[in-house]
């Protein structure tokens, strides 16, 4: 398989088996965002494993798309520790860095035939007084993960894409 076609059939799920993730599975999709590229190399990137009933619950109050997911990477970055373009407009890699690190953790679980869905519909407020997050980090995405259910589909809108005419400038 070319890599436009796996790409092209991975899709955001929403509906997870209640089926837990092996630890070798969880370790590669982890390694995937250990050796994604950051700006400067700086490596800002901090994510929280959110496996427990417990912390499962906290991310439910901090978002509705959760999906019956068992486990959660929280994906985040340390604004102390992220490359700024200090010459020009001090602008930070922090938001550009975890979500290449994301779509890394995304497409390796793809390949190992697991399912997520990038949610950046939550509340980031909530999620850091629940998970204690200290000032410096800043909670980017939730990505849910997990197997996805026998009857789990790519949402109709998936492969609708405009020209690629329209994406150059």
């Not at 999906?67 to 520790?81: H, I, M, N, R, S």
């Not at 390949?111 to 939550?122: A, D, E, I, S």
């Amino acid at each position: 398989m070319t890599f436009l076609e796996f790409a092209k059939e991975r899709y955001s799920v929403r509906s997870f088996k209640d089926k837990p993730i092996e630890t070798e599975k969880l370790s590669k999709v982890l390694e995937s965002a250990r050796i994604a590229p950051t700006g400067h190399n700086n490596q800002p990137q901090r994510i929280k494993i959110i496996n427990s009933s417990e912390d499962l619950a906290k991310i439910d109050q901090c978002t509705r798309a959760r999906f019956g997911a068992q486990t959660v990477l929280l994906v985040c970055y340390d604004k102390e520790v992220s490359w700024k373009r200090k010459k020009f407009d001090n602008a930070c890699s922090g938001e550009q860095d975890a979500a290449i690190v994301t779509t890394h953790m995304m497409l390796a679980a793809h390949n190992l035939g697991l399912g997520t869905c990038w949610v950046m519909f939550f509340d980031p407020a909530k999620t850091r007084e629940l998970f204690a997050l200290p000032e410096n980090i800043i909670p980017m995405a939730m990505l849910p993960i997990g197997y996805p259910s026998d009857d789990c589909a790519p949402h109709e809108l998936h492969s609708q894409r405009v020209e690629i005419e329209k994406l150059l400038i």
